[in-house]
């Protein structure tokens, strides 16, 4: 996920996996980005949801996306 990220949002730096959970393996993630640039939720969730038809080694429910805040 981190060269669509990268791509994206020129403030990206890090994403780290905290946790796997049951269920269709739910797996919640941490993303950094500059201080001086963070984008929006929505700018956040649309990488990823624009990124899931792209990626083939896992499917991504892109209706199942949420965006805590900082």
Known sequence: LEPFYKQAL????????VSFR????INTINLRFA???VPSGTQIANVL???ASQIT???????SIT????
């Open 67 to 70: 965006v805590d805040g900082i």
């Open 49 to 51: 949801i624009n990124a």
């Open 22 to 25: 049951n269920g269709s393996i």
């Open 57 to 63: 080694a896992f499917n991504i429910d892109t209706t």
């Open 35 to 37: 201080s001086t640039s």
């Open 10 to 17: 020129p403030s990206f730096r890090l994403l780290t996996v």
